[in-house]
């Protein structure tokens, strides 16, 4: 509870200062709008209003969307991309991880394609998938294999030889050693790479939305950014932050039912 009151604490020290500085207009409104500002973008952001005073027809959200949609879609890329990133990762991981001339032919591409930031090749892919969902897609499980790959392999590496030596006089076959010691020895570290990639993808969901990304959280900053839509930028950005810690904790609390026996002597 003093952990959890000293955090409420910063938080509120925090706001009260932002508020300040945008009440005393040391910084202009277009740059800095104060937390009031922000709240209305984001309430407007997830209700209907009229066009004009008094006016029958209403638009709802923001471009066309509530902002809560614009969220929704943004998961759904962001689950279908990291969920085929570490489908295809945890495979070639094993893979890498089991066979040293597999490591010595993939591990130069692996490098190369996980030092690559995601802005260098969306053009890319725009060009060989057009701007629809499927460069979106792409560029999510870009980001989301590597890390997932080496995980795994890390994983693979940490199996201790003693264990399958044991495993293998007790008549376990392959199958066997993989299921009962390969597979819980190196899950830990799976779930860790699953976890960094989740929250990589998600750092490019705004890069992945830059074309046609409305409806999406990221396309929809972009957009309010270009239109100087500050309080709404804002509003987004925070949004994209609580999202992610969110996101965090579940693949956390998913790992620890995964893994109890992570940190314990197996």
């Known amino acids: 509870m003093r952990r959890i009151g000293l955090q409420l604490a910063s938080v509120l020290v925090l706001l009260a200062l932002w508020a300040f500085v945008a009440a005393m207009r040391w910084v202009d409104p277009l740059y800095l709008p104060g937390p009031g500002a922000v709240w209305d973008a984001f309430v407007r952001a997830n209700s209907c209003y009229p066009i004009t005073e008094g006016a029958a027809r209403k638009i709802c959200g923001e471009s066309n969307y509530y902002l809560w949609e614009h969220l929704v879609v943004s998961l759904q890329r962001i689950g279908v ?11 070639v991981g094993y893979l890498m991880g089991s066979s040293r001339l597999l490591m010595l032919l993939v591990n130069p591409y692996l490098n190369f394609l996980r030092a690559l930031p995601p802005l260098g090749y969306i053009g890319l892919l725009v060009v060989w998938v057009g701007i629809g969902e499927s460069s979106k897609y792409w560029l999510l499980f870009l980001a989301a294999f590597p890390p997932v790959v080496i995980a795994t392999i890390q994983g693979v590496a940490s199996v201790r030889e003693d264990q399958l030596l044991a495993a293998s006089s007790l008549g376990a076959g392959l199958r066997e050693r993989v299921m009962t010691v390969i597979l819980p020895s190196s899950l830990p570290y799976v779930v860790q790479g699953i976890r960094l990639a989740t929250g990589f993808a998600w750092t490019t969901v705004v890069a ?4 046609n990304g409305i409806p999406g959280i990221g396309g929809l900053a972009f957009q309010s950014g270009v239109q100087l839509q500050t309080a709404l930028t804002i509003a987004c950005i925070l949004v994209i932050g609580l999202v992610a810690v969110a996101l965090d904790q579940v693949i956390v609390w998913i790992g620890r039912a995964l893994v109890p026996w992570q940190g314990k002597e197996v």
């Open 81 to 91: 991309g990291v969920g085929l990133g570490a489908l295809a990762g945890v495979v």
């Open 208 to 211: 992945a939305e830059l074309n």
